[in-house]
């Protein structure tokens, strides 16, 4: 490669006369002896008369026309202080205000989004039957349906997740802010809700379960028969007006043509579950009832509780005298109050065992609850408030202090 | 100062011929060239007669030439990615585009040659050569150094020292 010579800069200074008479001396006595800046010199004079021999055309009628189309087009005014837009300047400022503000109070104020976001655990899920990839959306009326070896996770708006089983069929009903709904017709789920009570619920073929803050799994069957466990909180299996609440630890079942049946914990014995089952749904009548009394442990209380609403009035007065333990309980200990009350103002009568501290511990706990409802389970919160009856009656029947009929407050 | 029709069409006929052959020579293409060059008088007549001094029109117009076409140029370059693709699959090279540089060949070639500088160097080696603007013009019109003109000038000329038709 040819190395440049030091003076072709010069040559260029040189063709556009920008040099002193010194530097002009200087650099024609190099060209004497410079072949490159020579041919430089001949190319950058040779490149001017090539530019300057572009010829253009002139269309001289093009021009007067393009000319008396810019004079006819008359001048414009300075800018900024006349014209029909500067008066109009303020009036269009506010305008423009307005449309912003009123864009933000649409964006604001816009209704929550119209589905629900779906996260595949396993397998192939089906969202209004087109597989989905790793996520997909599901929208109101659309079915979910898992296989027998998919599985996913549904975002419940902003209030929690479903995680549907494999088998399961499952529709979003309704998503706004006062209410989230899923119908279940078959298969399981298992929901975790983070929200005020009443906000979501789940149709199923028997009974509608209604959220109060809670970890539940639902399974539904071929019948449309369905059953309840909650882990966390409380949950309500409701149909036509009757209901069952039902607490941590405790399952609920519900038939196609009955609707909820009576609560139970987890721990009570086949044999109790199996009479209920026939006393809810089999027409089991006194013979369930017998071996429900038979069968209760002080903890089923729950499920008595339910059944002096439901049974006959001469089932109702036995499971009545079962629960204020007048008569029929051979092991008294075991209903002995624990040592602890939510009523201080019995204290006394209960022995020095039962403590005012205890008591202001619940007091505190209840009123702590009612400010943050993701700390506490629906009851600690004071979702079921002092006034309603059940409220009352269950935590007495859990601490073992019903004690007789005024105690139930309908 | 205040151009009146007079003046102003006494500036266009002085300016506009020349300012279209920069244009085109700048752009490589004449419907354009004319577009830019009746926009800047349009421009120069309607706002800028009102602020810009009579010696001082020359440049300005010149000015505006130069950005316009570098949005041109910046603009094609944009419809050539999808747009250009498709006229050109679609529709023939214009004819009479072609005849008028075939008129000239000399043009021609000249006008491709310089294509091959980039935008800055092309502006202002033909601000120089045709329109034989001083280093000092040539700065005042795009806004940049004299030294950076010297050197703009120096460099286009090296780059086309092998291509000129000697």
Known sequence: MVMDCNYLEKISLLVDDRLSPFETEEVKNHLAVCAQCRAAETNFLALRRQIKAIQIPRDRAAERKVLSEILRSGKSKPAGTTGKLFYLRPALAAALLIVVAF????IYNRPPQKSWDVARLEGTPRIAEKGINENGRLKIGEWLETDQSSRVQIAVADIGQVEVEPETRIRLVETRSAEHRLELERGSINARINAPPRLFFVNTPSATVIDYGCAYSLNVDEEGGS?????????????NGRESLVPA????????????GTPYFEDASGEFTDALTKFDFENGGATAIDVILAESRQRDALSLWYLLERATESDRARVFDRLTRRRGFSERRDFRPRNRTIFPDRANERGAHRTHRDANFRRKSFNYGRRGYERKSSFERGDLRPGDGRFYASRKLEYGSLESSSDFAF | MTFDEEEFTQVFTEIYPSLCRFLESFLGNREAAQDIAQECFMRFFRQESNV?????????????????????????????????????????PR?????????????????????????????????????????????????????KVKVDIFRAR???QKRVVV
């Open chain 2, 158 to 160: 090296k780059a086309l």
């Open chain 1, 227 to 239: 059953v309840l466990h909650v882990t966390e909180g409380w949950v309500s299996l409701a149909l």
């Open chain 2, 52 to 92: 810009v001094k009579a010696d001082e029109a020359r440049f300005w117009l010149f000015r505006v030439a130069r950005n316009l076409a570098l949005n041109e140029i910046r603009n094609s370059k944009k419809r050539g990615s999808f747009l250009g693709k498709i006229i050109e699959i679609f529709y023939a």
């Open chain 1, 249 to 260: 630890s405790a399952y609920a079942k519900s038939r196609r043509g009955f609707g909820p």
């Open chain 1, 103 to 106: 864009i933000g109070i649409l």
């Open chain 2, 95 to 147: 004819p009479d585009q072609a005849e008028i540089y075939e008129q000239d060949e000399a043009t021609r070639l000249a006008i491709e040659m310089l294509q091959v500088l980039p935008e800055h160097q092309r502006a202002v080696l033909l601000l120089r050569e045709q329109e034989e603007m001083s280093y000092q013009e040539i700065a005042q019109v795009l806004n940049v150094s004299e030294a």
